[in-house]
Structure formats: C-alpha cells, structure tokens
C-alpha cells in the first residue's frame, strides 16, 4: 500500500535557494514561464516569470540544448544551469543555461505585450484577455494587494475575537429590500441572491457576540459608472455589546492600521512595483454628516441642494477637504440621515432624523458603510411600520431580536474599492480578477 | 475636530481579567447574555455566556439593585460584583453580583431550550430556529471547529506560496456543463450561477503559479440526502509546475495535518465540549479506484455491479476496510474512470479509461475531488470534440490554454462535509450555518 506523508520531493530549486548567494557559481533547476526573450545573437536573454518575480537566464549560443529560436513567449520551461552573479539583472544574478526542458508550449503568440513594464492597453482589451493581460508584473501586482488587505481583515478580527462565518448567498429576500436584486427561480421557488450578509451576521451576533465574512455579494443596480460593480467582494463584520457607534469606527481603524503594517511587512514588493504610498492612518477625522456639507459648500462656494443628500462631488470635496486641512487621506462621515439608511439603522436618540451610522471615504470615496442596529425587537417592528414594510419573509430575521440580543453594530467594506483607491486607479474593474457590470458577463 | 486613532477604552472587564487569578476577590464588570438562571431562594445563579463559553454569576437575596424575578434568560446584561474563587463553577471562579444593568430584553421565552448540555431537538426545529439554537453551546462549538479548518486552509496554502483569489459567482456558463446549474437573467442575458470556480483558477495559475479560493459554490442537483446541499463553501485549490497529481495529494495531507494541529493548539476547548477525537492524518493510504473495488469486493462479498462507477455504499465500505486493515480515517482513492471525470480532467497516459484524478474519502465520505488538469491546448480540444461538447462560451478559457500554461492540477474541498466528518455528525446541515436544500431557502 502507498501512503501519503504531506511531503513531496522536488528536484527544483526554489526561489530561495536561487536568491541565496550560498548557491552561487552552483547548478540550479529553474522552472518558469518564459515572459520575454532578447535575443543579442552571441547571447540570448530569456527572462522567466515566477510567482515571486521575474529571473534572468541566460543562452549562449551552442553550449545547451536548444537554440533561442526554439524558444517562445509564453513557453513554460524547466531550465538547468550554473548561478552565475550578475549586477545588471534582478536580484543580481542569472542562470547561465546547460539544458532546457520544455514543459509546454503556447499555440498562438501572445494578443498582448505583457513584457512591457506598463500595459499600455484599453481597460476593455485587458479585461476581455483577463488571464494574459494579468500575466503583467505590474496588473498582477494589484491583487497580491488586494490579497493583503483581505489577510489583514482576517487576522485582525481574529485577534479581535471574531469568529468567521458563511452565510448564504440565495435567500427568500434580500436585507435592504428595494429593486437592487438579482432574482432566480430556486426549485419552482422565488429566490434572490444577497445584496449583503446583514441579515445573517445580525443573527450570529447573537451566537458568537463578534462575526465576520469576506465573500460576494451582488447588486442588480442599474448603472454602469467607474466606482461600481454588480458582483463584488465585501469584508463584513458586525459586533456585540458596543457601548457606541464609534466603536465600530474604532475598530476598522485598527484594522487599517494592521493592514497597512502588514503590506509594509509583506508586500513591500508590490509596493514598489507599484510605487504605492501608504496612507497615514494612524488618526482618521470624524465629521458629521450635515457639517462636512457645510465646511464643504462654505470652502468650495456650493449651494447645499439637498440637506438630506450627499452626492458623489460632494463626496469627492469632503474628502479634498480633509487632505488639504488636516492631510487626511480618511474620513468619516457620521449621523447619516434616516431616509437614506436601511429600517434596521439606529436612529439617533437626540435626533431622529439622523442615524447613529457612518460612512468612511477615501480620497473622497465610500469604501464602507456602518452603524449601530436596531437591537430591541418592538423599537424594530416599529421602525418597519412607520416605513410602511411588511414583516412578511423576514419572520426568522425578526425572531432574534424577539428572543434576545445585545447592542450590536457593524460595518461593510467594498474589497475592491478599498483596493482601487490604494493602487490610486480611477477605475474598480482594475481592481477586480473578472469584473461583472451591466455590459460584462465575461470571461 | 475628532480623530479616531483605532484605541476604544472599555470598562468591562475582557475575558482575560476575569480569568486571571490575579483578580480574584476584586471588582469585575463582565458582559454577557443571560444563559441560564437557577433560583435556590437565598441565592441564584445566573449563567452568562459569552464567545469564550460559560461564566457563571451569582446574585444574593437582598444584596444587588435587582431581583432574581427581574432577570430572564436571554437578557443581555452588564453586571459588576467581586470575583471569588468557587471550585464547582466553571474556571473556578464566580461573580458575586453587587449591580445589573440590563442592557436588552426578550420580548418572549425561548423557543428552545438551549442551556441544556445537548439540545435535544429535531433538525427541523434547530434549522428553523437557527439563531436561537445556535446559542447552544455544543451547537455554537460545530462552528467554531468549521472555522479553525477554513483558517489552517488558507494559512498553510498561503505559506506554500499560494494567492488567494476572489472569482465570479455570476457567470455566462458553468465549468461542468450539465443541468446542475442555478439560471438567472442578468439585465436580460442567460447567466448561471458557479457550480465551481474551476475555470476562473486555471486562468489563474497562468498567473500566480498556485491560487486558492474559499467561497460559496452552488449546485441545483435535485436530491435531497445527508450528504448534499445546494449552496454550500468549497476550498479550492490550483497549483501549476506539478510532477505528477500526487503532488496534489501531498499538498491536501499537508494541509490536514497543518489543519489538526491548529484545532490542537487554537480549538481545545471546542474539541472538549463536543469530544472530537481528531484523526491521525501522518499518513493517509492512497489506492487505485479499480483495486479499491476489488478489495471491497473480496473482502465484504460483494459483486462488481459497475466497474466504472463507485455507489455510495462501496465509498462507504472502502472507508470501512481501509479503517480496519489500516486504522487510517482517510484513503486516497486515485485514476477514476475518465467518463465520471469532467472533459478537462487529463487521462492517465498508460490508460485513456482512467485519469490522473482522486478522490479522498473521510470515514467512507467523499469531501475532496482533485487531479492534474489538461494544459495543452490542442489536447482541450481534442476532448472537447471527443466528449461531443461545444466550444462556444469557453473561448476565453479555452484561450488561455493557447496562451501557454504549465502543467497543473488542483481540488476541491467541500468545508461543510469535512467539518461533519469531523464533528462524527450523519448530516451535513448539523456542518452549515443555514442549510439550502430542495425545500429550505430560509432562514
């Protein structure tokens, strides 16, 4: 009988082992895409691209076993060779070549030059060609980000005492209700996918006191702009025994403060690749809704159209406001109105018409949107009847708060908008794998 | 102008205070939900549970601002007193209660008894009262194990050099073809829901070399059984530049054993309450799907109906022979028949009936399908048109195979059945927050 034990011999060497100066002027076995070749007719240049970066080797014609004009882009090779150091390449040193193994070959040439340091290409063409164009040092550089901010939300509500859950994404009704969802027929049933896991999350804090989750949610809104998409990441999490709102707001700052730690300690390559500079996050204002309105229309000289409104300019201002007076890359906005939060946002006590809620923008965006709850089961029913809604499909979600539940608030990140705005993109497709809009179901 | 600088100062006591025994015979201030109350008359107990487990409280006629009579379970409360050693409570210790604050109330009795050591109630009722029965603490304690696996999952891959990723749920068609599939309309175009992120992290091991993704999957298979939902949370995993798919395999035992040494040392208390016997996962025994039907055949006298296909009861009974000839809880169980296998599954070059592919079976239940992938383009198509299948709809996948990938392979692991076959549970929703099967879309 053969057995598994969890280890696995490889005869090639790992990135490791080629960076560590031990092993120069020794063989190493290479394995790699070939991302270009520079063919200098004495000497041939082929660069491989490795999960961890690119490596030069080197074909000097008439000492291997293939010529260069053997060799393709997009080729994956397993290359033997001695480590030679070399100041002019990265990591200064290459493989000079004794044999190559071709493990597979491309069919067609590349419709993309992702050699190129920059991918001089239209969104439309890197999208439609998403799993070449990301073959590029620099746009596969925005998800090893990406991937940065989703582990440090992770981590830093573990450490916080949070437990991670999975909720379901085809429900019998969406948590904000309203015409924003995409609907299916569920074995003959009417169903709809979940525009968020608030619902959910509400009732494990009954369970758990702290939960969170990093999964799709999906958003049937009828419009195509650059800050939105109709699939996208979120990075929830929802608390208990909150003595207030603010401590919501405490908590994704400590977040932010991790995350930036850990892309400074991790991904400091990415960062460099893409000349990214972190925001200062060590303290992030906190405005009121109605008077970031005002700062913002007395500064810039606009007219306050709708008190009870923010519209993305004006969004926009806030945050321009907040960089030129107190260099804030962050802001939050607080005490939203009523009318624009969902029937399960806390109303401020000492103003109705306000919401114990907030909205963090950067550089003028809304990445996420939080608040306290309501907890207290008749303070809900309430609410839903002076909104004229029907408790109808929401009988379960209800029932928790019947039977008990502590002060609770939370919050929702857009994982794609929080990256965008990081990598400094104007457009969140950048910041997506396989963008889904009105006009994309592809790839 | 307010800044928050990520710091929230809280008064209560954190569950490190009240467990250090530094602090006994001094003043607490522990928050918690009212688990359950045992009135003896003079004195009450007053059981809190909060997400580190039970703490228990006691309340003297006489001596707080309230009465036994003024608190009721599943009140959520804030109380102050002094913490005294007491040998029969739980961590040794109790609050003498000197003040309550109440901070909610239910508006009615429970509807299970959830303070019982084991909640004694059918699967419908704990399904349907998923908030409630969750406060179990057995019940609660499933979850917290699920999370300790999906948390060793993504930690171990991430220290092998995997990217996490985050791929579409909407998409224009789906990876295994077939009637499978959720449909809906996407502003008026056909759209399915992913039975897998299959394709999306092929694409991507062009990309990152090896990804892996966590997230929901969906699958509308019309049967209702214990071992099946519709929704449900797969690891998945895709690694390029493999030897051989058993390089696979050697990553998944990998992970398992990462994955129970992290419920050691992270999940104790949770494997104490539910008595979880954690499998030895050193070495998992791996045989051929045509040998293991033979040895189940001879062994418990059962004829070869179909030498291509594996019933249920025959993955049960491999589990079976494989625990008493081997005391292994696991077997690999490897080259299954290329016609049970979807068209990108690579055959087994020694014989085309058969493929580079496994299974691995837990107790005799399937919870991983994996195996090596066909990279070469040409070979796609071949088995495309050998299976009689279209290309339409796959050109942008089938492009990245003219596009040059390395030789790759990977699985897929389905969380909820991993984490009943772990917890010794006979059905699958006992492992899912809230279950989606044929009849349940709700809670």
Redesign the interface.
């Known amino acids: 009988?053969?057995?598994?034990?969890?280890?696995?011999k490889?005869e090639?060497s790992s990135w490791e082992d080629i960076v560590n100066d031990q092993n120069l002027n020794r063989q190493a076995l290479v394995?790699g895409?070939v991302h270009s070749i520079r063919n200098m007719g004495d000497v041939a240049f082929v660069i491989l691209r490795?999960?961890?970066g690119l490596f030069q080797t080197v074909l000097e014609s008439g000492t291997g076993n293939v010529t260069v004009h053997e060799l393709k882009e997009?080729?994956?090779v397993r290359m033997s060779g001695i480590l030679r150091e070399e100041e002019r390449a990265p990591h200064g040193r290459e493989l000079r070549i004794r044999q190559v193994e071709i493990?597979?070959?491309?069919?067609?040439p590349?419709?993309l030059p992702i050699d190129k340091w920059k991918l001089n290409t239209s969104l439309e063409a890197k999208l439609?060609?998403?799993?070449?164009s990301?073959?590029n040092i620099k746009e596969?550089a925005h998800?090893?980000i990406?991937?940065g901010l989703?582990?440090a939300f992770?981590d830093y509500l573990?450490g916080q005492?949070f437990?991670?859950?999975?909720?379901?994404?085809?429900?019998?009704r969406g948590a904000e209700g309203g015409a924003n969802m995409?609907?299916?027929?569920?074995?003959h049933?009417p169903?709809v996918?979940a525009q968020s896991p608030q619902f959910?999350k509400q009732?494990?804090v009954?369970?758990?006191?702290?939960v969170f989750e990093t999964?799709?949610v999906?958003r049937?809104e009828?419009h195509n702009t650059k800050r939105h998409l109709?699939?996208y990441?979120s990075l929830d999490f929802e608390m208990?025994?909150i003595?207030s709102f603010?401590?919501i707001?405490?908590?994704e700052?400590?977040f932010?403060?991790y995350a930036m730690r850990l892309l400074e300690k991790d991904y400091a390559k990415e960062l460099e690749i893409l000349k990214i500079e972190l925001p200062d996050?060590?303290?992030?204002?906190?405005?009121r809704f109605d008077k970031a309105k005002q700062l913002v229309s007395e500064k810039y000289h606009r007219k306050i159209r709708n008190p009870f409104d923010l519209e993305p300019e004006e969004e926009a201002l806030i945050g321009q406001y907040f960089k030129e007076e107190?260099d804030a890359d962050f802001v939050?906005v607080t005490h939203y109105p009523s009318k624009k939060r969902p029937f399960y946002a806390m109303d401020d006590p000492q103003d109705s018409r306000y919401t114990l809620s907030f909205d963090l923008l950067f550089h003028g965006l809304e990445v996420t949107t939080g608040g306290q709850r309501i907890?207290?089961?008749?303070c809900l029913l309430e609410k839903l009847e002076a909104r004229g809604m029907e408790q109808e499909g929401m009988e379960?979600?209800l029932?928790?708060?019947?039977?008990?539940?502590?002060?609770h608030g939370g919050l929702g990140i857009g994982?794609e908008r929080l990256t965008m705005q990081l990598l400094g993109e104007d457009n969140v497709r950048e910041a997506?794998?396989?963008?889904?809009d009105?006009?994309r179901?592809?790839?």
Chains 1, 2 share one sequence.
């Open positions: 009988m053969e057995f598994m034990d969890g280890t696995w490889k090639v394995e895409a490795r999960r961890e997009a080729m994956t493990l597979s070959a491309p069919a067609e590349l419709p439609n060609y998403r799993s070449v990301l073959r596969r998800f090893k990406q991937e989703t582990r992770r573990h005492g437990t991670e859950i999975h909720t379901p994404k085809i429900g019998a995409f609907r299916l027929s569920y074995f049933k169903a996918l959910y009732m494990m009954g369970v758990f006191d702290r999964g799709p999906f049937a009828k109709n699939e990441t208990g025994y003595d603010e401590e707001m405490a908590m700052t400590g932010l403060q996050v060590s303290r992030i204002p906190s405005v107190y939050f907890h207290d089961y008749r379960q979600y029932d928790t708060f019947k039977h008990g539940m502590p002060p994982l997506c794998l396989f963008p889904r009105m006009n179901l592809e790839p």
